[in-house]
């Protein structure tokens, strides 16, 4: 059973039943689901299906594949010498296929591209020159490393431009995906324990998998990643190792973004970094951001709109805050850490990147699903103030919501010093962004806002509910 990604399959059942030629890519982060998606769907429809074999030559790639064609057949297809032949091969077993849609899958295809091997130029050269003429023939590829998926076919410049005719980037579960998830293997969390467990896994569905019922939140986040053998202590340096090339920059990147909560500029994450500026930096950035690992955007200032980057994976934070830190001294770091300094400090900034990623949910619990949006966080220029804001959401209807995002496990007071501090960051933001917008304060917390003397200075809240 699929849970969620109702849009998604969709959109494939559409393209399955286009009665033309399809070419479909599919991207996302390692372990998201895009290979269960694809089997679960059209399994039964593979004329041909082939999984790439990760950090191997040519030889055994072509090697794979003639296994991969007799399997699929009974033609008794001879080991190829080169990839054009392999896809001549490939043609002969559709064109005898009774299937009425002829569905190929290529799994993991960038580890197929091998140097020097003309991976690229026979696959356009199969779909340029056949397969995209019959009506008949739906392609689909997918794989973890997004940037070769980008570059390679998206953005592809040569033969493939243009002839992707569908693309679709697998995102992590939402927590409404998550809950169902959880229930679907007979756990049972509440919502808190839910919200806890998406900061730490970061709503992937592999991830989620490894919990195990009849234990608590607490118990499985040591056993999959503190324990002596847990299965997931390495799944860090595995993930940026399979997604990008010279992962080494990719994660001095994050790393950095991963102790300053509302982001850097690109000239700061250099100065942290020690890496050289140039086209390669910006290609790096630029695939963190395809990937969803962080995101970009625009800070305005009086002067100039100053672009920042934010980290927006909770996985990644989760490493850098716990799992790098542990050493693998203590199997129960989770359980005895939990409600110290550093658990709460961590579970604010996690709170935080898992409202960013449901910003829909808190635009529809506002009612303003419809309305164009600018979503940034704001610091004052000013160093003496020190007022920021953890999101503003700047609406087309006149109005900017200055967002105050709080991790609580009971309802949230505001007292008499708190309020004056969002009153001052209030009266920081009218002045230095000049703005003629109306100023709602918004306040996003886990349990709503306890009813005292101090709460009205919030127009509105929004609470964990919302963003299920």
């Excluded at 998604?8 to 390692?30: C, D, N, P, T």
């Excluded at 800070?299 to 934010?310: D, F, G, I, N, W």
Aim: charged residues 25%; hydrophobic residues 40%; glycine residues 6%.
């Amino acid at each position: 059973m699929v849970i969620g990604r109702t849009e998604e399959q969709k959109r494939l059942q559409e393209l399955y039943g286009s009665g033309k030629s399809e070419f479909v890519a599919i991207y996302g982060r390692r372990r998201v689901g895009k290979t269960f998606l694809i089997r679960q769907m059209f399994e039964n429809d593979f004329v041909f299906d082939l999984v790439g074999l990760a950090n191997s030559n040519t030889q055994k790639q072509l090697l794979n594949f003639t296994i991969a064609i007799n399997r699929s057949g009974d033609q008794g297809f001879l080991l190829t010498k080169n990839w054009l032949l392999a896809f001549e091969q490939l043609r002969a077993l559709i064109e005898q296929s009774q299937k009425k849609r002829k569905v190929i899958f290529i799994d993991e295809i960038p580890w197929l591209d091998t140097p020097y091997s003309g991976f690229i130029s026979a696959l356009e050269h199969f779909w340029n020159g056949w397969a995209c003429w019959r009506r008949d023939v739906m392609m689909v590829v997918c794989g973890s490393a997004t940037s070769w998926i980008i570059n390679k076919l998206i953005n592809n410049h040569g033969g493939l431009h243009n002839r992707i005719t569908a693309t679709i980037h697998l995102q992590p579960f939402t927590l409404f995906e998550t809950k169902q998830f959880l229930k679907s293997q007979g756990i049972e969390f509440g919502r808190l324990q839910i919200a806890e467990c998406y900061m730490v896994m970061g709503g992937i569905p592999y991830y989620l998998s490894k919990l195990k019922r009849g234990l608590s939140l607490a118990q499985n986040i040591d056993n999959i990643f503190f324990a002596r053998d847990a299965e997931l202590k390495n799944e860090f340096k595995n993930l940026y190792a399979s997604l990008f090339r010279n992962a080494t920059d990719y994660v001095k990147i994050v790393e950095a973004l991963s102790k300053k909560g509302k982001g850097l500029t690109r000239s700061q994450i250099l100065e942290v970094t020690k890496l050289p500026s140039g086209g390669t930096y910006s290609q790096v950035l630029q695939n963190l951001e395809s990937c969803g690992f962080i995101r970009r955007y625009s800070l305005p200032t009086k002067q100039k709109r100053e672009v920042l980057y934010q980290l927006l994976d909770p996985f990644t934070l989760f490493y850098f805050k716990y799992i790098d830190k542990s050493n693998g001294q203590d199997e129960h770091l989770w359980e005895n850490t939990t409600n110290t300094p550093q658990h709460n400090a961590w579970a604010g900034y996690a709170f935080e990147i898992l409202s960013m990623q449901h910003i829909n949910e808190i635009k529809r619990a506002l009612g303003i699903l419809g309305v164009q949006t600018s979503i940034f966080a704001w610091r004052s220029e000013h160093s003496l103030l020190g007022a920021q804001i953890d999101l503003v959401i700047d609406r087309k209807d006149g109005i900017i919501n200055l967002c105050e995002i709080k991790f609580c496990r009971t309802q949230y007071a505001i007292d008499k010093d708190y309020e004056e501090k969002l009153r001052n960051k209030i009266a920081a933001f009218q002045t230095e962004t000049k703005t003629k917008k109306a100023i709602h304060l918004l306040m996003l917390t886990t349990f709503g806002l306890q009813k005292n003397k101090y709460f009205g200075i919030a127009q509105k809240e929004v609470v964990l509910d919302d963003l299920f």
